[in-house]
Each structure stands twice: as structure tokens, then as C-alpha cells.
T-cell receptor
Framework: GNSVTQMEGPVTLSEEAFLTINCTYT??????LFWYVQYPGEGLQLLLK???ADDKGSNKGFEATYRKETTSFHLEKGSVQVSDSAVYFC????????????WGAGTKLIIKP | NAGVTQTPKFQVLKTGQSMTLQCAQD?????MYWYRQDPGMGLRLIYY???????DKGEVPNGYNVSRLNKREFSLRLESAAPSQTSVYFC?????????????FGNGTRLTVT
């Protein structure tokens, strides 16, 4: 079946460091891929998405590229801020999962000033 | 814009008690969802409603029931709470028919069953 695997957290970085959070997936066909972010005490919100191979999603300085050859959708940011501290979830949606989102376990990011 | 509103924010139940989690959205979305979030497990879908008048089971429906009261409201009921239902519950909504439109989430209900 479909699945999403994220790197375990927490990931702790200093302000202005480069961020990578790894996400790999298993799915047949051509799923759409998403990153959601959950700030403390809040619900999740969409950060970015990509709907086909080689697409790059971007928002708020974050980027992720849909790599079909490596079945990956790694989240990157060039210079993180304390305000980026949150939990980040990778997810996919495909016909095989009846169009429901399949979620990774989430990666907690802590940015120290 | 309120978006998706969930009540209550926190709840403590004893084993065997019942309760209903309320959810309402003001975005005129057709589809609504209930998820539970447990540490290290991401989100798991409990029930969803693709449109008013329909509900379907998700990945983990046992021990729960839902009601799509109208287009705005989608409630989740625990008839006889168990400690395994201790979790954070999220309601979400989405425009129907747009494959890649985002889910909009409420701020969650933290439920503890003792």
C-alpha cells in the first residue's frame, strides 16, 4: 500500500542554518505530494505541494522537488528562523488511497537563536 | 474568517463515559474529516464526509461514530471512551472535486481518557 516515511526528529538547528527534512514515499502511479506545517497549539496548514514529477513547490522560503526516480520530496530552506520552529508533515494523495491523504509521522523542528 | 472551529479544546473523560466533539466550518466546503494525531504516528483518518448526508469510515473508525448535521457541521462521538482513545483530534474541511486543494484544519481537541 501507499506510505510516507520522514526522518525522525527532533531536528535542532541554529538560526540561519540550512534545513533539510527528508521525505520518501511508496505509491503506485503518480501521487500528488504535500508538506503541511503545524505550529504549536494550532492545526496543520498547507505549506507547499507538487503534483507531478520534477515539479518544485515553494512557499515562505521553503522548497521541495518531486523526484520520481528517488521517490522523494525533501523539504529545504536556505536560512531558518526561530519562527520556523514547528512540526512538519509530508503527505501524499493518490487514486490508490481513494484520494485520502497518507501522512508521514511528522518531524519536529527546533530553531535556537 | 473563523475557518474550522472545534470545541472543546481540552477534555478529560473516565473510561466508559461518552462525549461528542463538535466541528463547524464557514468556508462552504463539501468535504469534512476527523483525524486523530498520536506521537510518532502522523495523522490517521477516523471518518470523513464527502458531502452533506454521506459519511464513510477511514483508517481507524472503531469506537467512534459521526454525524454530518448539515453542510457546516460534522461531529464525532465516543460512545464509551477507552484509554486507547487518548489523543489529539483534528477536524478538517476541503473543497470537493478539486483533487489537490488543501485541507483546512481546526486547532484540535486534546482528549485524555483515564
Amino acid at each position: 500500500g501507499n506510505s510516507v516515511t520522514q526522518m525522525e526528529g527532533p531536528v535542532t538547528l541554529s538560526e540561519e542554518a540550512f534545513l533539510t527534512i527528508n521525505c520518501t514515499y511508496t505509491a503506485t502511479g503518480y501521487p500528488s505530494l504535500f508538506w503541511y506545517v503545524q505550529y504549536p497549539g494550532e492545526g496543520l496548514q498547507l505549506l507547499l505541494k507538487a503534483t507531478k514529477a520534477d515539479d518544485k513547490g515553494s512557499n515562505k522560503g521553503f522548497e521541495a522537488t518531486y523526484r520520481k526516480e528517488t521517490t522523494s520530496f525533501h523539504l529545504e530552506k536556505g536560512s531558518v528562523q526561530v519562527s520556523d520552529s514547528a512540526v512538519y508533515f509530508c503527505a501524499l494523495r493518490s487514486m490508490d488511497s481513494n484520494y485520502q491523504l497518507i501522512w508521514g509521522a511528522g518531524t519536529k523542528l527546533i530553531i535556537k537563536p | 474568517n473563523a475557518g474550522v472551529t472545534q470545541t472543546p479544546k481540552f477534555q478529560v473523560l473516565k473510561t466508559g463515559q461518552s462525549m461528542t466533539l463538535q466541528c463547524a466550518q464557514d468556508m462552504n466546503h463539501n468535504s469534512m474529516y476527523w483525524y486523530r494525531q498520536d506521537p510518532g504516528m502522523g495523522l490517521r483518518l477516523i471518518y470523513y464526509s464527502a458531502s452533506e448526508g454521506t459519511t464513510d469510515k477511514g483508517e481507524v473508525p472503531n469506537g467512534y461514530n459521526v454525524s454530518r448535521l448539515n453542510k457546516r457541521e460534522f461531529s464525532l462521538r465516543l460512545e464509551s471512551a477507552a484509554p486507547s482513545q487518548t489523543s489529539v483530534y483534528f477536524c478538517a474541511s476541503k473543497e470537493q472535486g478539486l483533487f489537490n486543494s488543501p485541507l483546512h484544519f481546526g486547532n484540535g481537541t486534546r482528549l485524555t481518557v483515564t
